[in-house]
């Protein structure tokens, strides 16, 4: 493409799960994070006025600053029709609004025949996470971008790991969320001594399911006790509650929330199939997914 012309372009970011670390992150501990299989396609033609769509979510003012950061990053003053093809559920903590932002970003590239390497992908996508919330840690972007199993840490980015790909039953609470007021929500507490404590052990066990990654009966107990932990960072709710102590009764090996927390989703390792089923069986909505292929 000659330079200064633009095509169409079309770019994917993929979801992600937090399987150990959540906002301890955020205070430079490692969190441990996998690509889910599904996350969001964008689709970039050049128009008349910029506008974006994304049937499955409608679309709200955050996100269309989040677009307009980008086409700063970018340095693209042509206007764009963007449509989103989204097949991860948004607000739920599985990183709908880093997966938007890299497909948004592989998309406008590609339009303006610009290749872009993963770092400048995360950097780029990175700015539209500052729309969200102006803290960041990167974790949501580098999974997005790469996918796969990486322990991230802020400041170093994601070391990928090699394993077989994990099963998880994910449940949706239904309540919508902010993370940008849930980390803010953390930030007040962060100098009390026991939230102190919960932030350094979480780190401490998500260096320890790394290595727990292929055994679901060792990365059970530590999924249970970083609920646990995070109860004391006050992110989680009654209805995340409730489903993790639906999930264990249902034969779970362990169960946490994922994500920021305050409503979004939970995870659970082990007989996925009953876990899914007592959750529907409770009203949630509910599915078994494969993470980190
Ligand atoms: O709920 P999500 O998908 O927005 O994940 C947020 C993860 C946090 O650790 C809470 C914040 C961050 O920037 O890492």
Known sequence: MARGAVGPGRGFGRGKVILLGEHAVVYGQPALAAGLGIGVTVRAEPADVDSLAIPAWGVAEPITAAVTAIKQALEIAAPFRLEGDARVPSRAGLGSSAALAVATT???????????????????????????????????????????????????????????????????????????????????????TPVQRAIAALGELATAGRDALADPAALGPLFDEAHRLLQILEVSTPALDELVVSARAAGALGAKLTGAGGGGAVIAVGNEEEVVAAWHAAGFEAFVTEVGA
């Open 106 to 192: 592989r998309a406008l590239a590609e339009a303006i025949g610009r290749a872009l390497t993963d770092v400048e992908i995360e950097r780029t996508a990175d700015r539209a996470e500052r729309v969200f919330h102006e803290n960041p840690s990167g974790v949501d972007v580098a999974l997005a971008t790469r996918g796969g199993f990486g322990l991230f840490r802020r400041g170093v980015g994601l070391e990928p790991i090699v394993a077989p790909p994990l099963r998880l039953a994910v449940g949706l609470s239904a309540e919508p969320r902010s993370t940008a007021a849930m980390v803010a929500g953390v930030r007040a507490i962060a100098d009390r």
